[in-house]
């Protein structure tokens, strides 16, 4: 993704006529599963009700989990009866539910909007496309740590000993950590299995609090319970502001790396045509600007026209320290790293 001024698209989201039928009667709903807390809240009012305000035929139900885990494992106990239409997870779990015959792969002449993203929100082996982009972050809790802290390696310092809190391994969030020391340390990256990033794990394990933060990591940096920690752009600016400026965020000088949700339509839905609906809904250009704007997500959509001031509060703005990631190819090595970060790195905290 190349920084642009983002170029406004006009939509016009047309109801079917099908629907219009289905609103005389009685209204069609779609289960859609995504993530809860933050995420549910900005979702549903940047992008839920704008949708059913619109398609006034359609109910959605948001059906929220944790985790891009915990929403494969429901989709698995349901696949001979599938109860969700639409899910929005992270591209790994995508790419294993697609391989599983979960999801169906989107079809660019049922939900044109598919030609209106950027070149890297679409995957070969993937059935579906990118909703949204996000980045890693330090965070921090501005009274405790003076002052602000500029690199992955201030976890690292014996000030912080005991104060550090990381989404661990299986979390993708502690899988980006790794990825970003690995590229640090000379790392071949997958082909190597990121052992540069696991050995560099070494000085930051011990003083690491917890490798599960309840009920996320920026709950106990904003509350004093930990110091410093990692977390995700989008989540951490909104937390910035409801905190009062308790928890800062920033890009090391190390650089980040993007993680990618997709949005799939469920292999076999119930409500296939009107997912597909919500679907294209999803990535047209006003739905993208107005989550952006909501939740600092940065957009996927090419022709979604987002304020600067939303702009600047993503990764858009810092490219240049963005550090390439092929999440297909780390998929198919996840289960060697899990397996060499229980080994190597959680025994270091204990």
């Known amino acids: 993704m190349k920084r642009r001024t983002f170029v406004a698209a006009t939509t016009s989201l047309i109801v079917a006529p099908w ?92 939900i044109p909007e598919i030609n209106e993203l950027y070149p890297n929100a679409r995957f070969p082996n993937v059935g579906g496309v990118a909703v949204t982009f996000d980045n890693l972050v330090m965070i921090y809790n501005t009274d405790a740590v003076k002052p602000p802290p500029t690199s992955l390696l201030d976890m690292a310092t014996a000030a912080m000993r005991g104060r550090v809190a990381i989404p661990g391994l299986p979390d993708i969030q502690g899988m980006s950590l790794v990825m970003i020391l690995d590229k640090l340390n000379g790392g071949p990256g997958v082909e190597g299995r990121f052992a540069k990033g696991i050995e560099a794990m070494a000085p930051i394990a011990p003083n690491v609090q917890t490798w599960e933060p309840r009920p996320d990591v920026y709950a106990p940096i904003i509350n004093g319970q930990a110091a410093i920690g990692i977390g995700w752009n989008a989540r951490a600016q909104v937390n910035a502001d409801t905190s009062n400026g308790k928890l800062a965020a920033l890009i090391p000088k190390e650089g980040t790396v993007f993680q990618i949700n997709v949005i799939n339509q469920v292999q076999g839905a119930p409500q296939a045509q009107a997912a597909q609906r919500f679907i294209s809904y999803a990535l047209s250009a006003p739905a993208q600007k107005a989550f952006t704007e909501s939740m600092f997500y940065a957009p996927t959509n090419a022709k979604a026209e987002i304020a600067p001031s939303a702009i600047d509060r993503t990764a858009v703005k810092f490219l240049d320290r963005v550090v390439p990631v092929d999440w297909i190819a780390v998929a198919g090595v996840r289960d060697q790293i899990m397996d060499q970060w229980r080994r190597r790195v959680i025994p270091l905290s204990r």
Do not use: C, H, W
């Open 19 to 110: 629907i219009n039928r289905a609103s005389a009667q009685q209204p069609v709903t779609i289960n859609v599963m995504a993530y809860t807390g933050l995420f549910q809240d900005r979702y549903t009012a940047a992008v839920v009700e704008p949708f059913m305000r619109a398609n006034p035929g359609i109910r959605v139900n948001y059906s929220p989990l944790p985790n891009s885990a915990a929403m494969i494992g429901q989709l698995r106990a349901q696949r001979a009866a599938p109860q969700v239409d639409v899910v929005i997870l992270d591209v790994t779990v995508a790419k294993v539910g697609t391989d599983e015959g979960i999801f169906s792969r989107l079809d660019a002449t049922a």
